[in-house]
């Protein structure tokens, strides 16, 4: 009940494209969702966040989709750049008493010229 | 504002010794959480001090431990290494039940 699963494992998009990454999670008490991009040697840093009573967030380029029936949620990364091409995770967490991070299994993005 | 900071960033240590890892968070962050990461298992969380007291515990055993400190400053330390402990260990701080985590660049631990 605990697993968040993340898909693809790996993504090459062109420069310009959109990139789009999914998660689903099966604990209905998640109530918040980020998405963290980690470049090598770097710990992960948090890209964006939504919590379930809102269907979209936008910050620039990036879009994160959340369906609370599904239980899925996804990153949308438009007019994707080189410099986007990084290890994205996906996690989610009960901010009440179990505010730990479950996240998923990561995506390899590579954004090619 | 300076970021999360941990030290060492590197560590090479033998089967059967102990570690300690050092963080320190966001100025004003008092919740403190280490995560293990591995090519296999990716990130796991180990757990999370509060106010210097354990909130949560991940699925490790024993010989994973930590504390915090009255600064908020955390450590963590790992006994009787074994090779898979091996693993970029990460810390990460945020205000309580925000869930907002700013995380460190990690502790490269190697045991060999």
């Known amino acids: 009940q605990q697993q968040v699963k993340q898909s693809p494992q790996s993504l090459i998009v062109q420069k310009g494209g959109i990139s789009i990454i999914n998660c689903a999670y099966e604990?209905?008490?998640?109530?918040?969702f980020p998405w963290y991009q980690q470049f090598p040697g770097k710990g992960p840093a948090l890209l964006i966040a939504?919590?379930?009573?809102?269907s979209e967030k936008k910050e620039g380029r990036f879009t994160i989709s959340f369906n609370k029936s599904a239980k899925q949620f996804s990153l949308h990364i438009m007019d994707s750049q080189p410099g986007d091409s990084a290890t994205y995770f996906c996690?989610?967490?009960?901010?009440?008493?179990?505010?730990?991070?479950?996240f998923g299994t990561g995506t390899r993005l590579q954004v090619t010229l | 504002k300076a970021g999360v900071t941990q030290t060492p960033r590197y560590l090479i240590k033998t089967r059967g010794q102990q570690v300690t890892l050092s963080c320190s968070p966001i100025?004003?962050?008092?919740?403190v959480s280490w995560y293990q990461q591995t090519p296999g298992q990716g990130l796991q969380f180990l757990f999370e001090?509060?106010?210097?007291?354990?909130?949560n515990k991940g699925n490790f055993p024993g010989r994973f431990s930590g504390r915090q400190f009255s600064n908020s400053r955390s450590e963590m330390n790992v006994s009787t290494l074994e090779l898979g402990d091996s693993a970029l260990y990460l810390c990460?701080?945020?205000?309580?039940?925000?869930?907002?985590?700013?995380f460190g660049s990690g502790t490269r631990l190697t045991v060999v």
């Open positions: 939504i919590r379930p009573d809102v």
């Open positions: 604990n209905t008490a998640f109530d918040y």
């Open positions: 996690a989610a967490s009960n901010t009440g008493t179990a505010s730990k991070l479950t």
């Open positions: 990460a701080s945020s205000i309580l039940g925000t869930g907002g985590y700013t």
């Open positions: 001090y509060f106010s210097e007291t354990q909130r």
């Open positions: 100025s004003g962050h008092r919740s």
